[in-house]
C-alpha cells in the first residue's frame, strides 16, 4: 500500500543534541512539508519542497533544516538551536505543487526534550 | 497576516445532536480543504470545495464554501462517536504552494 512513513513515533533529545526525523513516501508526490502541532493547537508549517533538491522555508523555520536529495524522502533535523522543540511532528505529502490537492500526512513523531 | 479562525474551537454534543464548525478566512480563497484528526492520529484529508456557493455531502457530513470564498462550513448530522476528534480547514497560502491550517475544532461526543 502506498502511504507516508515517519519515524521513529517516539523520539527522546537530550539538550544540545541535533536529532533527525524520518520522512519516506512511496506514493510518487513531488511535493512534501513538515508541520509542528503542539498540543491542543493547529499545524504550523516548517519547511515544505517542490522538488527535488529545492525547500522553502515556512513559517517556524528557525532552529530546523531538512534536504530533499531524493523525491522519497524529505528528513527534518530539529537542531539545538531551537529552543522548545517538544512537539508532534506531522510530515506531509501532496501529488503536485499547488493547492489544488489533498495532502497525505504521516503518522507523526513525538519528540521530547528530557 | 493571513488568517484562517474556526469557530467554535471546542464544542461538546450528546449522541445524535448535529454539530457544526465554521471557517473563516482574512483572504479570498481559490480551494478550501477540510481534514479530521482523531484524537493520537494524524490528519487525514476529508474534501475540496473550490466553487462559490459549493456544497458537498459525505453520508452524514455536509460541507459548504461561501458565495464569497471567504468562508465555509462543515455540519454533522446525528453525531455518532466515531465522530470525535479535532476538524481542520486549510486555505492555499497567498503566493505561496502550501497549505494555511485554521486552527481547528475538537469535537467531544457524549454517548
Known amino acids: 500500500d502506498g502511504g507516508i512513513t515517519q519515524s521513529p513515533k517516539y523520539l527522546f533529545r537530550k539538550e544540545g543534541q541535533n536529532v533527525t526525523l524520518s520522512c519516506e513516501q512511496n506514493?510518487?508526490?513531488?511535493?512534501m512539508y513538515w508541520y509542528r502541532q503542539d498540543p491542543g493547537q493547529g499545524l504550523r508549517l516548517i519547511y515544505y519542497?517542490?522538488?527535488?533538491?529545492?525547500?522553502q522555508k515556512g513559517d517556524i523555520a528557525e532552529g530546523y533544516s531538512v534536504s530533499r536529495e531524493k523525491k522519497e524522502s524529505f528528513p527534518l533535523t530539529v537542531t539545538s538551536a531551537q529552543k522548545n522543540p517538544t512537539a508532534f511532528y506531522l510530515c506531509a505529502s501532496s501529488i503536485s505543487t499547488g493547492t489544488g490537492y489533498g495532502y497525505t500526512f504521516g503518522s507523526g513523531t513525538r519528540l521530547t526534550v528530557v | 497576516g493571513q488568517q484562517v479562525m474556526q469557530i467554535p474551537q471546542y464544542q461538546h454534543v450528546q449522541e445524535g445532536e448535529d454539530f457544526t464548525t465554521y471557517c473563516n478566512s482574512s483572504t479570498t480563497l481559490s480551494n478550501i480543504q477540510w481534514y479530521k484528526q482523531r484524537p493520537g492520529g494524524h490528519p487525514v484529508f476529508l474534501i475540496q470545495?473550490?466553487?462559490?456557493?459549493e456544497v458537498k455531502k459525505q453520508k452524514r457530513l455536509t460541507f459548504q464554501f461561501g458565495e464569497a470564498k471567504k468562508n465555509s462550513s462543515l455540519h454533522i448530522t446525528a453525531t455518532q462517536t466515531t465522530d470525535v476528534g479535532t476538524y481542520f480547514c486549510?486555505?492555499?497560502?497567498?503566493?505561496?504552494?502550501?497549505?494555511?491550517f485554521g486552527t481547528g475544532t475538537r469535537l467531544t461526543v457524549i454517548p
Open positions: 519542497s517542490q522538488i527535488v533538491n529545492d525547500f
Open positions: 506514493l510518487n508526490h513531488d511535493a
Open positions: 486549510a486555505g492555499p497560502r497567498g503566493g505561496a504552494n502550501n497549505l494555511f
Open positions: 470545495l473550490v466553487k462559490s456557493g
